[in-house]
């Protein structure tokens, strides 16, 4: 044994002292190609102590302590707060912490061209982040939104359909205000979509209008903004619990709040096979462009709801959605490398989220109240839920849940919270098709 | 993808998308909700009409018979079957070891099988 170890010794020192001994002349040039591009001469009077400094040197180009700059650094502490509010306060902690370490893994300061960041051809990241450039986990988390959504709440009152068409005015609204601001047309449409408060319909909405690639008609090319969209999408849906009690309680009067709902009928099997089919048809036939994200989310749903294709429904409901899920949080998290994030044009964008949000929040309880003059005795709806009209499933609806029961402690409101809320996504996403085939 | 550029100034295009988008995202969900609230009834009043007699289970559980089952009730009976289908870890073993797991033999994962049929 200790001659083994002897010989092994021996040999190692050989292999390391042998450039001191100048037998080094042909593989020396090979393995050291500086990141400067400095030619290393291997002249005979370098010694073995300057190369190895010069060795050093040149990993430390490799280093992020050489490649970082304020930017990275910002990004990264945004990265850690995410995961932060992720764990500590719970804010949608399965879309927070896998963005969070995406803009951990995205921040990382490297040194270009060697395929290491999403935004370099051929990278592993950028090959992970093709789904999200063309929209193909958008339609996949939606087909698994589907099959976990219960649209029984809404068969058994089909009016507060209407709650989610009526909050849909934060997207327009929003899209102008981009206008104003100086967006042009198609990335304006992309940022109004974050006030459909969904992140799929978000991405696949700005992967097709701002990703960059397009050519508008006085030539110039849109600006890539599907990362500023759909971080500032999914950052204000973790946020709901943040910023709709406020304008919940602003805008209803304490009484209002009190209205109890009757509780919705038992809806039959039937109906709810038949929703899906006639809901994919209605709502296609009306915006064609909506379809790989509609047409998904009734596919999802018809296989939970036909009782005959448990299996896919189970693997579409868990399995898929996670894996998409997985993908899409941590390439859209990683997406935000610095130097193409934080530009002004993303504190507009997050400035515009949040102000969408209000107005699809307000737009929503306006119009549930404005429904309230037309209904009578206990058809009469409570107000608060025309706040889970913002889709964000199932967060706005435990949020007006949770502020009914604020007003009165026995007042159960998550059912018909539901309804609107899921009426809400299917609204944004009539409402990304019709931009799409107006910008597209 | 239709290209549909009414105008040539951007605002001006842009109160076009914001009127008739939000038209037609309430036309769209107004269209739903009037085809779930008339015409979904009708059609399976109708249909229970054509296969009279031989759909005993709808009836059973048709809303109009079991006014006091409403949807509330539905849920908290589900939840409690959830629970206790899904909840049940009273008796588990506490004690973790390492087992030896027998695997079932499979002609798919079969060695000499795949020895012997050379196709």
């Given at each position: 044994?200790?001659?083994?170890?002897?010989?092994?010794?021996?040999?190692?020192?050989?292999?390391?002292?042998?450039?001191?001994?100048?037998?080094?002349?042909?593989?020396?040039?090979?393995?050291?190609?500086?990141?400067?591009?400095?030619?290393?001469?291997?002249?005979?009077?370098?010694?073995?102590?300057?190369?190895?400094?010069?060795?050093?040197?040149?990993?430390?180009?490799?280093?992020?302590?050489?490649?970082?700059?304020?930017?990275?650094?910002?990004?990264?502490?945004?990265?850690?707060?995410?995961?932060?509010?992720?764990?500590?306060?719970?804010?949608?902690?399965?879309?927070?912490?896998?963005?969070?370490?995406?803009?951990?893994?995205?921040?990382?300061?490297?040194?270009?061209?060697?395929?290491?960041?999403?935004?370099?051809?051929?990278?592993?990241?950028?090959?992970?982040?093709?789904?999200?450039?063309?929209g193909?986990?958008p339609p996949?988390?939606f087909l698994?939104i589907g099959?976990?959504?219960?649209f029984?709440?809404l068969?058994?009152?089909?009016?507060?359909m209407l709650l989610g068409a009526a909050a849909q005015v934060g997207v327009f609204?929003t899209f102008?205000?981009?206008?104003?601001?100086?967006?042009?047309l198609p990335?304006a449409g992309a940022?109004g979509i974050?006030g459909g408060a969904d992140?799929p319909t978000a991405i696949f909405l700005s992967s097709k209008l701002?990703?960059?690639?397009?050519?508008?008609?006085?030539?110039?090319?849109?600006?890539?903004?599907?990362?500023?969209?759909?971080?500032?999408?999914?950052?204000?849906?973790?946020?709901?619990?943040?910023?709709?009690?406020?304008?919940?309680?602003?805008?209803?009067?304490?009484?209002?709040?009190?209205?109890?709902?009757?509780?919705?009928?038992?809806?039959?099997?039937?109906?709810?096979?038949?929703f899906p089919v006639v809901a994919l048809l209605l709502t296609t036939f009306i915006s064609p462009s909506a379809i790989p994200l509609l047409g998904m989310l009734f596919f999802g749903n018809?296989?939970?709801?036909?009782?005959?294709?448990?299996?896919?429904?189970?693997?579409?409901?868990?399995?898929?959605?996670?894996?998409?899920?997985?993908?899409?949080?941590?390439?859209?998290?990683?997406?935000?490398?610095?130097?193409?994030?934080?530009?002004?044009?993303?504190?507009?964008?997050?400035?515009?989220?949040?102000?969408?949000?209000?107005?699809a929040?307000?737009?929503?309880?306006?119009?549930?109240?404005?429904?309230?003059?037309?209904?009578?005795?206990?058809?009469?709806?409570?107000?608060?839920?025309?706040?889970?009209g913002v889709s964000?499933?199932?967060?706005?609806?435990?949020?007006?849940?949770?502020?009914?029961?604020?007003?009165?402690?026995?007042?159960?409101?998550?059912?018909?919270?539901?309804?609107?809320?899921v009426a809400g996504v299917i609204g944004s996403a009539i409402a990304a098709g019709i931009v799409l085939s107006f910008l597209g | 993808m239709t290209h549909i550029?009414l105008?040539?100034?951007?605002?001006?295009e842009?109160?076009v998308i914001l009127v008739t988008g939000l038209t037609i995202v309430f036309g769209g969900l107004l269209i739903l909700t009037l085809f779930f609230?008339?015409?979904?009834?009708?059609?399976?009043?109708?249909?229970?009409?054509?296969?009279?007699?031989?759909?005993?289970?709808?009836?059973?559980?048709?809303?109009?018979?079991?006014?006091?089952?409403?949807?509330?009730?539905?849920?908290?009976?589900?939840?409690?079957?959830?629970?206790?289908?899904?909840?049940?870890?009273?008796?588990?073993?506490?004690?973790?070891?390492?087992?030896?797991?027998?695997?079932?033999?499979?002609?798919?994962?079969?060695?000499?099988?795949?020895?012997?049929?050379?196709?």
């Open positions: 044994m200790k001659k083994i170890i002897l010989i092994f010794g021996v040999l190692s020192l050989l292999v390391f002292i042998r450039p001191l001994l100048g037998m080094n002349a042909s593989s020396e040039t090979t393995t050291i190609t500086t990141a400067t591009n400095q030619s290393v001469d291997s002249n005979e009077d370098k010694t073995f102590v300057s190369e190895a400094v010069g060795g050093i040197k040149q990993f430390y180009q490799f280093t992020g302590f050489a490649n970082a700059q304020s930017g990275n650094l910002i990004m990264i502490l945004i990265g850690v707060i995410f995961i932060y509010l992720g764990i500590k306060f719970d804010y949608e902690p399965l879309l927070l912490i896998p963005i969070g370490l995406g803009v951990l893994i995205g921040n990382i300061p490297f040194l270009p061209g060697y395929e290491t960041g999403i935004y370099e051809e051929g990278s592993v990241l950028n090959f992970l982040y093709f789904g999200v450039v063309k193909i986990y996949l988390i698994g099959a976990m959504t219960d029984s709440s068969i058994a009152n089909p009016k507060l609204v102008l205000g981009a206008l104003y601001l100086g967006f042009n990335e940022i974050i992140g701002a990703n960059g690639i397009n050519i508008l008609p006085d030539g110039t090319t849109v600006k890539n903004l599907i990362g500023p969209v759909a971080i500032a999408a999914y950052s204000y849906m973790a946020l709901i619990p943040v910023i709709q009690p406020p304008i919940m309680r602003l805008l209803t009067t304490k009484k209002e709040r009190l209205i109890r709902m009757k509780p919705p009928r038992a809806v039959s099997q039937k109906e709810k096979m038949i018809l296989l939970k709801e036909s009782g005959k294709t448990e299996r896919l429904a189970d693997t579409a409901r868990t399995k898929l959605i996670d894996i998409v899920t997985i993908l899409l949080g941590v390439t859209v998290g990683a997406s935000t490398q610095a130097d193409i994030f934080l530009t002004k044009d993303s504190m507009l964008i997050f400035g515009l989220g949040a102000i969408s949000f209000v107005i929040t307000t737009g929503g309880l306006l119009f549930a109240k404005f429904m309230n003059l037309f209904l009578k005795g206990d058809e009469k709806i409570n107000p608060l839920i025309g706040a889970a964000a499933v199932p967060n706005s609806a435990r949020v007006v849940h949770a502020e009914g029961l604020k007003a009165d402690p026995h007042n159960y409101l998550i059912m018909h919270a539901m309804a609107p809320n | 550029y105008l040539t100034n951007d605002l001006s842009g109160y609230k008339y015409a979904l009834p009708i059609m399976l009043y109708i249909y229970k009409i054509i296969s009279k007699g031989r759909d005993k289970k709808i009836k059973e559980i048709s809303p109009k018979l079991n006014e006091q089952f409403t949807g509330e009730i539905a849920a908290a009976i589900s939840a409690a079957i959830h629970l206790h289908l899904n909840e049940q870890h009273d008796n588990e073993n506490a004690i973790l070891t390492i087992k030896q797991a027998r695997k079932m033999y499979s002609p798919w994962s079969s060695k000499i099988y795949g020895v012997y049929n050379k196709r």
